[in-house]
């Protein structure tokens, strides 16, 4: 077999691989939320070790990939200049520093174990909760021109509030982008298994208008590092009723 055969065969093979766990993902019942304390005692612990291990938050290659990942979706860096942007579930480094001369709002329950790490910016944000999605900042009800959250929601424990919430934040005109793997299976650091059919009835239903919908991040665009490729997807929504 020459080399070129090989290659091709590889290939062959990732990709039954991919479509074999597409028809899992797609058979599997969603799972929209769990009791907090399994994501308290297991979720959380180790999503702690996992960013204080991570090299790629460490490294300059997290910048430019989160550029590639905002520009992919048409945003500019300057786009929300003087305007907030709540990155919702941040991480431990903020992919939203992006976005030049926003007021960053960083949603995190593991905020305060981040923001000690020698790589965190966390401080730059304007603002910094130490609070799952599913809780709600009064302070910021319709105020919220881009919120978003990348690979987080197959993280959380409930997925009803979030949306509920989602809509709560965003301004008339905002809107928000919504990425996060659809499993096949459960782990302890993802509880939920959201499928975009759910998704899609859960957003209408709060009265959010999905403007996009898309399945992984184009053919241009490597997956490595947004989550659990290939079976990210991902939404950008804004309020239904516009003023
Ligand atoms: C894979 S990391 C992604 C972090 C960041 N968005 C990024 O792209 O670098 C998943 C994040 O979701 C957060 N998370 C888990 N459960 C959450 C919840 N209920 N509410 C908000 N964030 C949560 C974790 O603490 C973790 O920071």
Redesign the pocket.
Known sequence: MTHQHRTGFRRFLSWVRHRAIGVQAAMKAPRLSVERSE?TDK??PG?LAF?QTDQF?RSDEFIANSARLFGHFGFAATDYAGRVVL???????L?TRYFEGARIVA????AEQFRVLDFSDLDTAYEVHAT???EFLPQWEGKVDLLV????LD???AFAPIVENVRRYLAANGQALLSFDVHAHTDPLHPLILKPKTCRAAFLQNGLEITHESKGFGGDRPYRYYGHPPYAVNFIVRPALRT
């Open positions: 994501w979720a959380q999503e960013h938050r990155d919702l579930g941040a991480g431990s480094r992919r949603v995190d329950p593991l799952p999605a599913e959250s990348i690979n987080v993280h959380c424990y």
